[in-house]
């Protein structure tokens, strides 16, 4: 069957470090795959796309690595702030289409 | 606009009583979807337009419920005879072509 998985359990890291969180996916062969960031109450909010031929994208204190081999999407945060304690979403497009099909997510809580 | 707006914020409704959900998309975004998420769940998709074209209507959980967008903007997610299980935040977004979606904060729906 087809999944999308991320770490379901909150992630705690130190401020000043970098925090990794993980996307992997099963029996999708995606063209694109997005992550987005979601604080409680809001809808989520985009933040990085990357096209299977793109091994890596960067934005800032942001990177996104994608491995079509390794069926994985790999996102840092470096120099990790408080601010950026939320829940980190990866979406996938299946199909090439404009249409995304999203992760549970992964909490992230970054310690002062 | 400047963003997805969403209307109404909160619903609560009674069971088996017929519910109107309204979103307005940014101006120009070609793309409009519908999503689901439960409480502390992923995004589930529900429904896709795409310019013109047939809408992509493979996530609709049953046949209670149904959107449509009109002139290629406003859409309303209409669900008939709720039931409990219907209770979720229903989230719209839109994108232009290929670009990263933009949320509206959602419609938190409460069938008691």
């Known amino acids: 069957s087809q999944k999308i998985e991320q770490n379901s359990e909150a992630l705690n890291i130190q401020e000043g470090k970098t925090a990794t969180l993980t996307c992997n996916y099963t029996?999708?062969?995606?063209?694109?795959l997005q992550w987005y960031r979601q604080d409680p109450g809001r809808g989520p909010v985009f933040l990085l796309l990357?096209?299977?031929?793109?091994k890596e994208k960067r934005k800032e204190r942001l990177k996104v690595t994608f491995d079509t081999t390794l069926k994985q999407s790999l996102f840092h945060i470096t120099a990790s702030q408080p601010a950026d304690s939320a829940t980190y979403l990866c979406?996938?497009?299946?199909?090439?289409?404009?249409?995304?099909?999203f992760g549970t997510g992964t909490r992230l809580k970054v310690l002062a | 606009g400047a963003g997805v707006s969403q209307s109404p914020s909160n619903k609560v409704t009674e069971k088996g009583k017929d519910v109107e959900l309204r979103c307005d998309p940014i101006?120009?975004?070609?793309?409009l979807y519908w999503y689901r998420q439960s409480l502390g769940q992923g995004l589930e998709f529900l429904i896709y337009?795409?310019?013109?074209?047939?809408?992509?209507k493979s996530g609709l959980p049953s046949d209670r419920f149904s959107a449509e967008r009109t002139g290629g903007s406003v859409s309303t997610l209409t669900i008939q005879r709720t039931q409990q299980e219907d209770s979720a935040v229903y989230l719209c977004?839109?994108?232009?072509?290929?670009?990263?979606?933009?949320f509206g904060s959602g419609t938190r729906l409460t069938v008691v």
């Open positions: 337009f795409q310019g013109n074209s047939a809408p992509d």
């Open positions: 101006s120009g975004h070609t793309a």
């Open positions: 977004a839109s994108s232009y072509m290929g670009d990263g979606y933009t």
């Open positions: 990357i096209r299977e031929n793109e």
């Open positions: 979406a996938l497009s299946p199909s090439g289409t404009y249409k995304y099909i």
């Open positions: 029996n999708y062969s995606p063209a694109y």
